[in-house]
């Protein structure tokens, strides 16, 4: 036999935490998703193919398409352009713009975004099994 007031009290706690994990994921995701997931120049969502994030020499992320774009227009000879952001002088690595490094901080926050969202998801379907769970001893009993 279950014992349904302990059940209830696990459920609460349950529940509890679920709530608290959605405010802390959703307070983060708006914070990472303003500053640091979205390119300032073409102010797409980083990702990691077209908008993939290139960290430049002044340590400004922008995303390899509006680089491309910008190294498009401005390198000529020089082999160098003008950062979108603080207009430093970055030189072109030997292979083109998708020669920078990767911006390791961005895809971290990515990564993390995705798993958190994949928590998120998880929650839910436990929150919908402890529901089954309640309706189940509430009324089949
Ligand atoms: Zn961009
Ligand atoms: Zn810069």
New binding site residues.
Partial sequence: MFCCSRLTRLGERMVSMNSTLVETVSINYEDFNESFLTCGTCLCMYDGQEHTPKL?Q???TVCLHCLTRIAASQTRDTGSFR??????L?TIPRGGVSALPPSFLVNQLLDLMSRQRRELDSSTDCRSWFNNVIHDLLYTH
């Fill in positions: 430049l002044c340590s400004h950062c979108p952001i603080c207009r430093e970055i």
